[in-house]
């Protein structure tokens, strides 16, 4: 049977009921073919990508273009779940007019449900005036990786009573200027609980606690994938590296062996096909013809 799509509106009855929602990122087809499978909730394309995909060192040389892609190949094959675009940096924090035309472009080309983009008080104009253009947001704080250079690396954040009250103040924030949902990312988990207590929006958390209303984790960071970095909250549920790594060393070594391939992975030819061809080969010297 079709999946059904979840609404914003179904995401706010979750959280009423205390149903926990489920969340991940997600970049290319195959990988939404498979979280569309599974059950996930919600998606997130994320700039993350620039280091799980292109192996840039952070997030911000990722561009719009190259988000509108992952998300469009993402879409595709996950047709049926919630998904939400991560606005990259530089494409949201100038202007009001140019953040609502790069979300708009998300919702329009990629055909994402939402958009996600970080900051809090800082970011309020450019959350109202994408709601306005009827787009749902996503607001994100705590560790922001895109401003990851002045909060002084990629650190937990409000671990201070007055880090975590200026967290609060930005949680609040974000959900006046109209977000449907907050995401938190590395702090502790009691700011993490009043956050999620206080607001009436899903609080969805990477490294937030347990109390949020939902969860996120990068998907190469879950399946054993991406071992650059690996931040405390994360938890690897596979260690698909090691897998591919046996699978890629095993194919070169039949390659060497000429093991590979063997006679189911080629192509017969047509009955007295080959007889006819061993004819022809007798009858002509087919390299002198091209000396000619
Ligand atoms: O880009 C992303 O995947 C994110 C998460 C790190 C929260 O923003």
Redesign the pocket.
């Known amino acids: 049977m079709k999946k059904k799509k979840k609404s914003v509106f179904d995401f706010f009855e979750m959280k009423k009921k205390g149903e926990k929602i489920s969340f991940i990122?997600c970049y290319d087809y195959p990988t939404a073919l498979l979280a569309e499978e599974a059950g996930f909730d919600m998606l997130?394309?994320?700039?993350?990508?620039?280091m799980?995909v292109y192996g840039y060192e952070g997030?911000v040389p990722v561009v719009m273009d190259q988000m509108i892609w992952h998300a469009e190949a993402v879409r595709r094959g996950a047709p049926n779940t919630f998904l939400i675009g991560?606005m990259p940096f530089l494409s949201y924090q100038k202007r009001w007019d140019e953040a609502v035309e790069n979300a708009g472009r998300f919702i329009k080309e990629a055909g994402c449900d939402a958009i996600?983009l970080?900051g809090g008080r800082r970011v309020v104009d450019k959350i109202k005036a994408i709601v306005d253009a009827g787009i749902v947001v996503m607001g994100?704080i705590g560790?922001?990786?895109q401003s990851s250079v002045q909060l002084g690396g990629f650190k937990a954040q409000g671990r201070t009573a007055e880090s975590a009250l200026e967290l609060i103040k930005d949680a609040i924030a974000v959900e006046k200027a109209g977000a449907s949902f907050i995401?938190l990312?590395a702090i502790p988990p009691q700011v993490g609980k009043v956050i999620t207590e206080m607001l009436s929006i899903p609080v969805l958390g990477?490294g937030a606690g347990m109390y949020c209303d939902g969860q996120?984790l990068?998907v190469h960071d879950l399946l054993g994938l991406f071992k650059a970095f690996t931040p405390k909250f994360v938890k690897r549920y596979a260690d698909l590296d090691k897998e591919i790594l046996r699978a890629f060393k095993e194919y070169i070594k039949e390659v060497k062996e000429s093991a590979f391939p063997q006679e189911q992975h080629t192509y017969t030819m047509l009955e007295g096909e080959w007889e006819k061809l061993e004819k022809m080969l007798k009858e002509t010297d087919i390299k002198e013809e091209f000396k000619k």
């Not at 997130?44 to 620039?50: E, R, T």
Request: glycine share 10%.
């Open positions: 990122t997130l394309v994320g700039d993350s990508l620039g799980c997030t991560d996600k970080e994100h560790l922001t990786p995401l990312e990477i996120l990068i």
